[in-house]
């Protein structure tokens, strides 16, 4: 997809009928050649704003993929760096690039799991998610954010980088609506469903959605990216701290 070593037409089409497991099981081996991959510069960006906060102790990548924001967390984590993801196709991906063990940072470690059911005790300092919103339907980000919540010790934060949506004048606003429609056409007369829609994560939403989880917000700008017409940052890190319970403490 928009290079030689990317899927082909073909191969999406097949990915797209499938189911979102399903699917990025396919596309697992062809991933990181595809726009679907989180940019070195968001990484990078969120990677800096991060280090200012830390260091942190444990971090976990939510919906890590093949595992492009795994080196975020190795970067600002001393203990260890967890991904977990739905796809078994995508973390066999990203364990054949995980670093050797006489590389320095913290250990790794890979689990196949749901982020509406995640499989761990609250034992992290440190949450990051890079893309994955869209799978998510609007109805799913209060159990979403509460299982995030619930894994995050007291004092946690659950970070992930959130762009200004695009303006109706821009060509994105356009593909991206465009995008949009064809997925729910599609969801619409055909199963399993393929729940993927870029324009439903919007900041206010977001903002209290998370507060109702019991994260308290703030927001970051991140300046590599900029600033639109109206002054308002391009990019945002999202930071929601899980405050502390006595009762947990």
């Known amino acids: 997809m928009f290079t030689p070593h ?9 990915q797209a009928l ?23 510069s968001v990484l990078e ?8 906060l830390g260091p942190f102790d444990r971090g976990l990548d939510l919906c890590c993929g093949t595992g492009a924001g795994m080196g975020v967390l190795r970067a600002v984590c001393r203990e260890s760096v967890t991904g977990v993801d739905i796809s078994a196709g995508m973390l066999a991906v990203g364990r054949q690039r995980e670093p050797r063990p006489a590389e320095p940072g913290p250990p790794v470690a890979w689990v196949r799991g749901d982020a509406l059911a995640l499989p761990f005790r609250p034992v992290f300092d440190l949450v990051v998610s890079f893309g994955a919103f869209g799978h998510f339907l609007p109805r799913e980000f209060p159990e979403l954010f509460g299982q995030v919540h619930a894994v995050l010790r007291p004092g946690g934060r659950f970070a ?7 303006p109706p004048s821009s060509p994105w606003y356009w593909a991206l609506l465009g995008f949009d429609t064809v ?61 502390d319970d006595p009762s947990e403490a």
């Open 6 to 14: 990317g899927p082909s037409l073909r191969e999406l089409a097949v």
């Open 183 to 243: 997925m729910r056409v599609r969801n619409a007369v055909w199963r399993p469903p393929f729940v993927m829609y870029y324009r439903a994560f919007r900041l206010g939403d977001v903002r209290r959605e998370l507060e109702r989880a019991g994260f308290d917000v703030e927001l970051y700008t991140l300046p590599e990216f900029g600033r639109r017409r109206d002054g308002s940052p391009r990019c945002r890190m999202v930071v929601a701290t899980r405050g």
């Open 45 to 52: 960006a969120v990677e800096g704003a991060l280090s200012a």
């Open 160 to 166: 992930f980088p959130l762009p200004a949506p695009a």
């Open 18 to 40: 499938s189911s979102v497991e399903r699917g990025y099981d396919l596309l697992a081996p062809k991933f990181d050649h595809t726009p679907f991959r989180t940019p070195d």
